[in-house]
């Protein structure tokens, strides 16, 4: 009974979700419509984004040994592990939700959570064809401006997380040895 609930409990979030839309959908019938539209929208955007995500993280758990991973993305990959972690977020597509399993199984295999951090800020604003259209778009010297003050923020921030977090909280997968 002890794991049903507990099994339970991480779906708390989206019992606390259906039950807000309920009450929203009681007190203003009028946005019902509107509401259910946009969660089958969204539903059925996650559902075309999630499976290749995780098609692919299978064949990344598998393919790539967890040396590998350790030897260029963990605590002593030095500069390849900020590098790599740029182009692999810059080049990923797809929303950022797609980010955080990959940086779950990146975690799972060894590499470091300042990398992970640079990983995820490099999806979430560095992707190159963002860049490619906002040049198009606003001009080169926009797009690279904000190209380079991201960057110089997410390794502000992956320095700041890196530096807030215990020591073996950060390395605890690395020195596990799995």
Do not use: C, H
């Not at 507990?6 to 606390?16: A, E, H, M, W």
């Amino acid at each position: 009974m002890r794991n049903k609930s507990s099994g339970l409990r991480r779906y708390l979030p989206v019992f606390i979700l259906v039950a807000a839309d309920l009450v929203v959908m009681t007190v203003f019938p009028q946005l019902a419509a509107r509401l259910l539209t946009n969660t089958a929208s969204y539903f059925a955007e996650m559902l075309g984004v999630l499976p290749p995500v995780f098609l692919l993280l299978g064949l990344l758990d598998v393919w790539v040994p967890k040396e590998t991973v350790m030897q260029f993305l963990g605590p002593e990959a030095g500069v390849r592990g900020p590098l790599l972690g740029i182009l692999l977020g810059a080049a990923a597509a797809g929303p950022l939700y797609g980010a955080f399993p990959v940086a779950e199984v990146m975690y799972k295999k060894g590499a470091s959570y300042f990398n992970i951090m640079i990983f995820i800020g490099a999806w979430s604003t560095l992707k190159i064809p963002m860049f490619l259209f906002e040049t198009k778009a606003l001009g080169t010297a926009f797009s690279v401006t904000r190209w380079l003050a991201n960057l110089v923020v997410i390794f502000v921030i992956a320095a700041v997380m890196n530096r807030v977090l215990p020591l073996e909280d950060r390395y605890v997968r690395t020195l596990e040895g799995e």
